[in-house]
């Protein structure tokens, strides 16, 4: 029952970082699909371009407001395979409950 597993090693963070921007509008995510590797910390930089939108990925417990003119970092170190989805959770408009993502992680 340690909870150091739970945290990346120091080795794990000397790996390369992945940096993904992702565009958010009415009513998709561009990438819709984003591809990262297990263990390499991985940071999104989340970009509106036209209103306010939220990112949720709720199996790594991650969230964000997404507001145009900003760049939101959100930074974390993908520790399960598997693909995810993610959710627009502010609401936009008609289109809201369509607007999602999909995050794989593979193997290194
Ligand atoms: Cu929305």
């Known amino acids: 029952m340690s909870e150091l597993s739970l945290q990346p090693t120091v080795h794990e963070m000397r790996n390369d ?4 921007r992702i565009s958010a509008s009415k009513f998709e995510f561009n990438p819709s699909e984003i591809v990262v590797t297990k263990g390499v910390p ?30 939101e970092k959100v930074r974390f170190v993908p520790d399960k395979i598997g693909t995810f989805t993610f959710i627009c959770d502010v609401f936009c408009g008609d289109g809201h409950e369509e607007m999602s993502g999909t995050l794989r992680v593979i193997e290194q």
């Open 17 to 20: 970082e992945q940096v993904i």
């Open 42 to 71: 991985v940071t999104l930089e989340l970009t509106s371009q036209d209103r306010h939108h939220g990112f949720k990925l709720a199996e790594f417990h991650l969230r964000a407001d997404i507001k145009p003119g900003v760049i």
